[in-house]
C-alpha cells in the first residue's frame, strides 16, 4: 500500500493537474495525496490547458466546490479539459510534452450593480439569467477580451443570452498558477 504525500503548496497544482492527465492516459492509478494548508479548502476551480505557442487546447472548471479539497478539484477538473472540453478532441499521451496546464482556484463571486466595477485583467465574470436557467464564467485575463464590452458580451453568448436580456452579473478574483512559474 503506497503511503500519501503531503502537498500544501498551491504552485504544485499545474504539476497535480498535468499527472492526472498523464496517470489517465497511461491508466495508472494517481499517488494518494493529501491536502494541507491553503490546498484542504473547497473552492471553484478550473484547468486551462495551452500548447507551448499559448493556443488554448482544453479549459474546464467548477464555479463552485464539487470536491472535499484543491488537489481533487485540480484532478477531477484537469481530466475534464483534457478529455471533455467539446471544442477540441481528447488530448493525447503523445501531445503532453507540448503542453502548459494552468489553474486558476475562483475567489467568492460578488454581485456588482453595473459595468463600471469591472476590470477583465482583474476580474472574472459570471453571468446569470435572471430566470436562472442560463449560466456561463469568464475567466480574467483572457488577452482576446480586453474590455468589459468584449467580455460581457463573450459570456453572454457562452451562456446563450441574447444581448439585450436582463442579466445579474457577478465578478471574481482568482488566484492563478501556471506551470512555467
Excluded: W
Amino acid at each position: 500500500m503506497q503511503t500519501s504525500q503531503t502537498v500544501s503548496d498551491p504552485s504544485q497544482l499545474p504539476q497535480i493537474a498535468r499527472q492526472a492527465v498523464t496517470d489517465s492516459l497511461s491508466g495508472k492509478q494517481a499517488d494518494p495525496l493529501t491536502a494541507e494548508g491553503a490546498l484542504k479548502q473547497s473552492r471553484g476551480l478550473f484547468v486551462t490547458i495551452h500548447t507551448l505557442d499559448h493556443v488554448l487546447r482544453g479549459c474546464r472548471g467548477t464555479i463552485s466546490e464539487t470536491c472535499s479539497d484543491l488537489i481533487s478539484e485540480a484532478r477531477q477538473n484537469a481530466c475534464s479539459a483534457a478529455f471533455d472540453d467539446p471544442r477540441f478532441p481528447s488530448i493525447s499521451l503523445d501531445e503532453l510534452p507540448n503542453l502548459e496546464f494552468e489553474v486558476s482556484v475562483l475567489a467568492e463571486a460578488e454581485t456588482v450593480a453595473d459595468e463600471s466595477e469591472l476590470d477583465p485583467q482583474t476580474f472574472g465574470i459570471i453571468i446569470t439569467s435572471l430566470d436562472g436557467k442560463k449560466r456561463a464564467l469568464m475567466l480574467p485575463g483572457i488577452p482576446q477580451l480586453d474590455t468589459v464590452k468584449k467580455q460581457i458580451s463573450s459570456t453572454r453568448s457562452k451562456a446563450g443570452i441574447t444581448a439585450t436580456a436582463p442579466i445579474r452579473l457577478q465578478r471574481f478574483r482568482v488566484d492563478k498558477y501556471r506551470e512555467q512559474d
